[in-house]
T-cell receptor
């Protein structure tokens, strides 16, 4: 079956620090990969995506590269802000397995201090 | 328009009440989802509608009853809930297989449900 493993949080950083949140996956087919972000009191929103190996998704200063050889999709940002404090979910959709239903990771809470 | 709307934003109900949650999207998506989310946890899939037909029911208790009146609307009818059903209920929509090369989900802001 499909699964997504994320690093356990919370991740606590000072403003302007470098961020990495690790995500690895297992899939029976060839998945599309996503990062969703959930700000306090809100629903999830798509942050970035990648649909094939070596693709880099990017948005709002965040980046993640689809690494098929290491089955990873780590989220990075060069300089975090207090407003980036949120929960980040890594997810995959394995349509080659015949399903468009996503598999979510456990989520990683990010806390950024001024 | 990439918005999914949900009403109400907050709901407090007793264990004998009947209430409904509503969700609407106008992106032409033909898959719509209900999720339950507890604090600091990932969303748990409850139901999936594909082309207005129920395609997945993740063994959800019958006190939760979904309905999809048309391709833009999704309801969740609630009856005789338990305190442990208190959670954030999220609606989402997406394309379905064959309509594109990625199937990202668009989420509503959720309904915060408290069962007393």
């Amino acid at each position: 079956g499909n699964s997504v493993t994320q690093m356990e949080g919370p991740v606590t950083l000072s403003e302007e620090a470098f961020l990495t949140i690790n995500c690895t996956y297992t899939a029976t087919g060839y998945p599309s990969l996503f990062w969703y972000v959930q700000y306090p009191g809100e629903g999830l929103q798509l942050l970035l995506k990648a649909t094939k190996a070596d693709d880099k998704g990017s948005n709002k200063g965040f980046e993640a590269t689809y690494r098929k050889e290491t089955t990873s999709f780590h989220l990075e940002k060069g300089s975090v802000q207090v407003s980036d404090s949120a929960v980040y979910f890594c997810a995959l959709t394995d349509t080659t397995g015949g399903s468009y239903i996503p598999t979510f990771g456990r989520g990683t809470s990010l806390i950024v201090h001024p | 328009d990439t918005e999914v709307t949900q009403t109400p934003k907050h709901l407090v109900m007793g264990m004998t009440n009947k209430k409904s949650l509503k969700c609407e999207q106008h992106m032409g998506h033909r898959a719509m989802y209900w999720y339950k989310q507890k604090a600091k946890k990932p969303p748990e899939l409850m139901f999936v509608y594909s082309y207005e037909k129920l395609s997945i029911n993740e063994s959800v208790p019958s006190r939760f009853s979904p309905e999809c009146p048309n391709s833009s609307l999704l309801n969740l009818h609630l009856h005789a809930l338990q305190p442990e059903d208190s959670a954030l209920y999220l609606c989402a929509s997406s394309q379905v297989k064959g309509r594109g090369d990625s199937y990202e989900q668009y989420f509503g802001p959720g309904t915060r449900l408290t069962v007393t």
